[in-house]
DNA sequence: TATGATTGTGGGAGCGCTCTCATGGTTCAT
DNA sequence: ATGAACCATGAGAGCGCTCCCACAATCATA
């Protein structure tokens, strides 16, 4: 067995400062320009004109060799390198964006209501995009998780505030979850809202095409012969949940089936709540369900599993994200994929533009969906069946 | 059915700022002190000073009141409190950064190897406790996902620059993944590890006792009458890997239980790596096994249905880390539970008293695991028949 | 050779705060 | 009455950059 360190157990707690330790802790500078300070923590001071005076160079022209702007003969642009190099130099950051005016840092904000789905799959895939994109571009990404009525007011005043962010990305989140949105214009700092907002209209923003993805979704088990279909959507506080819900009634009416109230239940776009909807759903007998997302379509499956049927045999399903999970679930879950990196990306360059172009008129950008067929609808039996 | 905004498809594209558009937003000051700038963004450029006149007192006053501080009477204190209410004041963050030398800003640093299983439950949990925490004392949270090679360098020059943050969590990664460690030492900037590093000793870390948890796992399945006991390992590069087979191992040879070599596979903390490891372990015929995840334990169970065998009767499980899905899964897993939230608020604070107070000697902080007992390790057939 | 454009370099004025120190007024024990 | 201590306030010097402008040296053009 692998020796572990021998400080392999808990709570090696040290002394908090004493006073008699700051008295003895004069400040102290080294020949090289680094220095302990009061705190005790070495930090090493370097600046421009440190780097300046060791190349024999202005501040300027340092300037210019570490911004990698023109106008720098070579090999005093070499000699600066070196002097960089051999020091450790690194620009300091609060410096560049108070002379500058720009942070380069972006912030990601997610609403409260976001906060306890969290785990849902769709937003760790949704940040990796995002993180991608930021570091393509040389941005830094700053999170904000929303987890309480007093987070909120923080957070807000810590995002309005002018020298951090230079633009905000901002989860489209429950109905009563949006102020966020007008108080970033009311601070005038560039945002792209992640999803369609419900209450402006005049704010750029990115979404799927939630309608017709859930519409293609319905169309689809019509298509299978289903005839009984029911749907578990997503929060009616939310534009996706009711989007979803939208494109799902449409379906069914462009294509002359009936609708049943009882076939519609609500659900909360956790696994639980996927369970206790199809709990609820299950009395009125539904051949088909359309959930509004994977994970609580995997809910929706354990509930029915637990009443004794199968899938899809005794009801298919269909589910809606597309997250890693679908594929190996049993059965595989057929559902509709939304393009979550592409998503990111896409959101972060419109912020950048929106930054660098300044204000433009809102845009709104779409993006397309894809039915993604695996078993859980039964298309597959039904092919062999009609084939 | 809801009515649709009139801008609801794709691709409303607008102009880029044209060279006349340019020339037409000159320069525009109103007499509130706000600006429309050259790109056409409105700036409230409201500084200090400008409070401090309309106030009618001196900027070193309305800093006060601004932080906080003592010595402002009472009447003074209300009056700027009232311009600044008026006004929509907020301080710059990066003019408070340069002057205090204290971003309020801590990093959380992913590595490469984790990128790919950031999807895993655990690390958006763990992202919320860190983020809650970072509420909490008024810190904002930086996120640094290292997606590639390329992104490495760039983000190691960002982590590293002073003036962006005050201090750094860096989550312990694979084993040729650890270089972020030395570069933050070397750049004197505050860190705590996520989980124990491998290369280095004298760095802060948390960590939770994965030999013990993984021990008791195993103890478990062996006071549970199960002597072929196999295990799927995370991956051999990683620490968290290492221990929990370590502790595995030990526990099989405390109580004299035989280990079979070809009942340790490893994994790679995926669903599917958990899938593909239980199907070369299949043929040795386990009677349970010890998953070291649970996204790979439910990986696992799916390759032992596909086998047509069945859960806990065939084959038993156990898990680590008890993410939600485990409750909820068929059968409901039991596994080794995680203080995760805990684990990122105690990491937040120890980062925090090392911002404070400075240098000392590193700590190391291992947080205690809990066995969950669920269905799928037998224990409630066992206790029927033993019981 | 005179003239202007181009390039490399340095100087200086901020960016918007914090923080130390000076100042004058008040309170209180001696 | 005297000075020590304590407040409330303001002035000023940075923090470490960027960016504009001045200037000299070089180059192309007439």
Redesign the pocket.
Known sequence: MRALPQSYHTSQFLNKKSKQNVDFCEEFVREDGSATNLTGVMVS?????DI?EQA??????V??V??DL????ED??RRVLDVIQQTG????AA??T?????SWTLGLVLPQSVFQFFTDPYFPHLTKGIAQACNEHNYTLALFLVSSKEDEKKIFTRVTR??LLDGVLVQSGHHGDQQIIGHLMDADIPQVVLGRPQHFDNVTFVDVDNVSGAYNAAVHLIRLGYRRIATITGPNLSAVGLDRHAGFTKALNDRGVRLDEALVVEGDFTESGGYYAMQRLLPARPEAVFVASDLMAIGAIRAVREAGLSIPSDIAFIGFDDVPLAATNDPPLTTIRQPVVQFGVRAVELLMDLIENGIHPPRHVIMDTQLIIRDSCGAIRKDLISG
């Open positions: 001071n370097l600046t421009l004109e300046a024999g160079v202005s501040r300027s022209t300037s210019r570490v911004n023109p106008n720098v003969s005093v642009r130099y690194h620009p300091n410096a560049r108070l002379a500058s005016q720009r002018k020298g």
